[in-house]
């Protein structure tokens, strides 16, 4: 059972990802979950640098009480790579697994580490910064 489509996830009923998160947007992500009829002001804020997802006392704007993304299926590229992030070393990006956060990190398979890794470089070329 993959990690990252959600099912490790669901039936660990796990969000712990959820929470407090800094998940960057890009612009496509910000226009598909637009077009979902979500004002920008009540899903995303601008650091300055990057539109962020919102969080309301503690969690994303978009777990529900359940635990569950009610913007699943167009849920930010970012969230779709997760627990596979990008670390930036003084010279380079690379791909890494945030053990940290992520209780079931062990059970990603290499295909979808390299998966979720290509999901990442194409959102940061989105960004401009790969």
Known sequence: ?????????????CYKCCI???????YSDLIRILSA?????????????????RNIQGKCVFLDKNGL????KIRPKGCKAYPVIIVETDSEKICYIDKEVCPLHE????????????????????????
């Open 69 to 72: 993304c009610k913007i699943y």
């Open 20 to 26: 407090e998160t800094e998940m960057i947007l890009s």
């Open 37 to 53: 009829g979500y004002a920008l002001h009540f899903f995303a804020y601008f650091d300055g640098k990057y539109w962020r997802l």
């Open 1 to 13: 059972m993959p990690l990252l489509d959600g099912e490790l996830c669901i039936k660990n009923k």
């Open 107 to 130: 059970k990603m398979t290499d295909e979808e580490i390299k998966r979720g890794c290509e999901i990442l470089k194409r959102l940061l070329r989105e960004l401009g910064e790969y």
